[in-house]
């Protein structure tokens, strides 16, 4: 198997290498969201404990 028929996928290449890009992007972006909740969620936490202690 040569590089070139690797990357024509058997005719499929758009659609493949399309898919794995789009797929790595939204995992990109889920990986964003989470760790943006994830500290939002302890400076929450923070503020209420902070509350707490007043």
């Known amino acids: 198997m040569s590089w070139s028929e690797f990357w024509s996928a058997g005719g499929y290449a758009t659609y493949l ?3 794995y890009g789009l797929t790595a992007l939204l995992l990109a972006i889920e990986a964003v969201m ?8 302890h400076r929450r936490l923070h503020e209420m404990q902070a509350m707490e202690g007043d």
């Open 17 to 19: 290498w399309a898919s």
């Open 34 to 41: 989470l760790v943006r909740r994830s500290r939002a969620v």
